[in-house]
């Protein structure tokens, strides 16, 4: 079975092609990091315009690469949520009248579920079951999976999601948009042990998260170096390593946590954060002295993409699932909705 797969929560255009048989065929992304830099965040409606922009000429460009003609399609998979509903909108319109001309039938996906199974497209793929991490721009969960569909919420951020939280301590500091990938980079010249930051609900039982309070404590710190004249280059590299050493070593301690919790010895991160390599490896060091084992996907699946829509998609069409025909784009879904496979 051939999907195409269509990608437009947020700020990414994704598109792909998956066969049941062969695997991802082509794929594509248009990012529009850079529209939304001057302003520091995705502006929704900004978002929803580009998209129709974008979207045909992406999915022409995947099907060439694929090497498959329109009439080649057997089913087509979208975000169906959550996200924002603008950009949600345009993906399910195109997916919807696409199906309808070439009568395949669609499927709305979620866009968790997406980035869950996004390692799944890597050579050596996890097995179920598994407990994931998804950390995101929007969402930081800890989730019990056994299957596709049975997803149990162990845990998840209070306030800010991970992803989020490096979007704003970026700001603060004065680096661009998106705020992971440059704190990240910045950090690898931070001095450790200058500035160390809190490690927040670490020290009470329980698997939910705040990332919040580390935008206040980077906002404070921040402040603190201008008023002592103190903020160069230097000091910005070693609050982005502070920083990203208290996300880091959180997220390491709820995921240990949540492995003895749930007696389970495989851990899959996914979402944009997951791309951190500090993270990756924090984990993988936790994970080996509890006899477990770290998956991920390559670092262009960890963020948003066609891809893993296209794969989550097919999974749920092989098992027989699809959409009556209309648009109803879930802007909120949790994830614990879905039935199980
Ligand atoms: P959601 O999936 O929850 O709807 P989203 O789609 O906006 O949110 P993703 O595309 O999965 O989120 O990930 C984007 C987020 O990942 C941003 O917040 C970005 O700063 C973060 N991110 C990307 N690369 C890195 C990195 N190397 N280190 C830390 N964070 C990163
Ligand atoms: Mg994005
Ligand atoms: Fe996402």
Redesign the pocket.
């Known amino acids: 079975m051939k999907v195409l797969g269509i990608e437009t929560?947020?700020d990414?255009t994704g598109i792909a092609v998956y066969d049941s048989d062969l695997g991802l065929q082509a794929h594509a992304l248009f990012s529009q990091v850079d529209i939304h830099a001057e302003y520091g965040g995705v502006v929704p409606e900004l978002a929803s315009r580009d998209h129709v922009r974008r979207i045909l000429p992406l999915i022409e460009r995947v099907l060439n690469d694929a090497d498959l003609a329109k009439c080649g399609i057997d089913a087509i998979a979208y975000t169906r949520g959550?996200?924002l509903i603008g950009a949600l909108m345009v993906g399910a319109s195109v997916a919807q009248a696409l199906a309808f001309v070439l009568k395949v039938p669609t499927i709305g996906v979620h866009?968790?579920e997406g980035?869950l199974l996004a390692p799944m497209l890597e050579e050596n793929p996890p097995a179920f079951p598994f407990v994931a991490l998804l950390v995101?721009?929007?969402?930081t969960q800890l989730v019990a999976v056994k299957s596709i569909g049975d997803y149990e919420l162990l845990g998840e951020s209070v306030d800010d999601?991970a992803?989020?939280a490096?979007?704003k301590a970026a700001k603060m500091l004065g680096l661009g948009y998106?705020?992971?990938?440059v704190?990240?980079k910045l950090a690898t010249q931070g001095t450790a042990g200058r500035y160390r930051f809190p490690r927040p609900m670490t020290d009470r039982p329980g698997l939910d998260f705040s990332f919040s309070g580390l935008k206040t404590y980077t906002l404070n710190t921040v402040m603190g170096a201008k008023d002592k004249d103190t903020f160069d280059l230097q000091t910005q590299a070693d609050i982005a390593y502070a920083f990203q050493e208290a996300v880091v070593e959180t997220l390491a301690i709820k995921c240990r946590r949540a492995l003895k919790q749930v007696n389970m010895d495989t851990l899959v991160i996914a979402?944009?954060?997951s791309?951190?390599?500090v993270l990756r490896k924090r984990l993988e060091a936790m994970a080996t002295k509890l006899g477990a084992q770290v998956f991920y996907a390559r670092p262009e699946f960890?963020?948003?993409n066609g891809a893993m829509i296209a794969y989550a998609g097919c999974q749920r069409l092989l098992a027989g699932q699809s959409d009556k025909l209309g648009i109803k784009p879930k802007p909120r879904w949790p994830m614990v909705e879905l039935s199980r496979v």
């Open positions: 929560s947020c990414e959550p996200g866009h968790m980035h995101s721009g929007g969402h999601a992803g989020e490096f979007d998106p705020g992971g990938p704190i990240a979402g944009g954060v791309a951190n390599i960890c963020t948003d």
